[in-house]
C-alpha cells in the first residue's frame, strides 16, 4: 500500500491506495502528525510499502513528520520538490523554489486534467490561491489571499466583540442573505469575499483566454464557493494527482 501525504498549514490530508496505487483504501483530515498515526494504526491490515508527500510547512516540522513515519513504518519517503519545469508545465516565479508545492501540484494535475487546455486552479486552505497556466503550460503567476480559517480568525482576534463557537458558524452558512446575528454577518461576509475572488479571477481568465480554459477549484473549503462557478471543476485531491505525477512509484 502506498501512503499519500498533503501537509497544509492546518492539516494534513492522508490517503492510502493499494499496492498499485490505482485504488484508494482509506483517507482522512488530521490535524497533527499524533492523530495521523492514530488514524493509520487503526487501519487492518496495513501493509505500507512507501510514502510520497508534499508539504507547505517547515523544513523541521517536515522532517519531524518523516521521521515519525520511518520509526513507526520503516518505509521510504519521496518528498515533492520545487522544479522549473515539469509534466509540460513552467514554473512561472522569479524565483522557482519559492512557490508553493501545493500550488505546484495542484497545477500539474490540473494542466494534466485539463488536457490540452489552459487552466486557472483555485484552492481554498488556510489561504486562498489563483494560478493561471496557459495552453502551452506556462503559468503566469498567481495570487495568494487569507482563506476562510484567517479571514474569521482575524475579526475574532482583532475586534472584541466577534466571537462565536463553530456549530454556529456551520448553521449560518445555509444562505448568504444579509446576517441578523453576528456569526451570521461574519461568516456570510467572509464566504462572499471568496465568492467575489473567485468572480475576478474568472474575469481574469476570460481576459486571458476567452472561453477557452479549465477552472479547477480544490482545498477543504471548496463547497463554499463551487456555486459561483457552475462550470468549475471541483476536485478535492487535485494535489494528491499532482503529487502522483510529480513523485512516480520507481
Ligand atoms: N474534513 C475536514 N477537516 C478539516 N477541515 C475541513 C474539512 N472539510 C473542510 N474543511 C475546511 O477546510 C479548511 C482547510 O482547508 P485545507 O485545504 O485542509 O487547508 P490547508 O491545506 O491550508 O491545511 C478549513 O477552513 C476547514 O473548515
Ligand atoms: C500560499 C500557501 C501559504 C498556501 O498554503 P495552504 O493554504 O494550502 O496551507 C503555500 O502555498 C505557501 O506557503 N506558498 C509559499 C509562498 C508562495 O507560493 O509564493
Ligand atoms: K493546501
Known amino acids: 500500500m502506498i501512503l499519500e ?10 490517503r492510502v491506495l493499494d499496492a498499485s496505487a490505482s485504488e484508494l483504501v482509506s483517507e482522512g483530515v488530521v490535524d497533527s502528525n499524533q492523530a495521523l498515526l492514530e488514524s493509520l494504526r487503526i487501519m487492518k491490515p496495513l501493509s505500507l510499502r512507501k510514502c510520497r508527500l508534499v508539504s507547505v510547512r517547515t523544513n523541521e516540522e517536515t522532517s ?13 519517503i519521496v518528498c515533492a520538490r520545487p522544479a522549473r519545469e515539469m509534466s509540460g508545465v513552467r514554473n ?10 501545493d500550488r505546484w501540484l495542484a497545477m500539474l494535475g490540473g494542466f494534466h486534467l485539463a488536457a490540452g487546455s489552459a487552466c486557472l486552479v483555485l484552492d481554498f486552505g488556510t489561504a486562498v490561491t489563483a494560478d ?30 466577534i466571537r462565536y463557537g463553530d456549530d454556529a458558524a456551520e448553521r449560518a452558512l445555509s ?3 444579509p446576517g441578523r446575528t453576528t456569526v451570521e454577518a461574519v461568516e456570510r461576509g467572509c464566504s462572499l469575499m471568496l465568492r467575489g475572488f473567485v468572480l ?9 483566454w476567452g472561453e477557452q480554459f479549465t477552472v479547477f477549484i480544490t482545498g477543504g473549503d471548496a463547497e463554499l464557493v463551487k456555486g459561483v462557478a457552475p462550470d468549475a ?5 487535485l494535489v494528491f ?3 502522483a505525477m510529480a513523485c512516480p512509484l520507481s
Open 233 to 237: 471543476r471541483v476536485v478535492p485531491d
Open 132 to 161: 493561471f497556466v496557459g495552453a502551452d503550460g506556462e503559468h503566469l503567476g498567481g495570487f495568494i489571499c487569507p482563506g476562510m480559517p484567517l479571514m474569521r480568525n482575524q475579526l475574532r482576534t482583532h475586534t472584541r466583540k
Open 5 to 14: 501525504l498533503d501537509c497544509g498549514n492546518s492539516f494534513i490530508k492522508w
Open 175 to 177: 444562505s448568504h442573505v
Open 200 to 208: 475576478t479571477q474568472l474575469e481574469l481568465a476570460r481576459a486571458y
Open 64 to 76: 519531524a513528520l518523516t521521521e515519525m513515519l520511518e520509526r513507526e513504518f520503516g518505509i521510504p
Open 92 to 101: 512561472g516565479y522569479e524565483d522557482y523554489e519559492r512557490l508553493g508545492l
Open 241 to 243: 494527482v499532482g503529487l
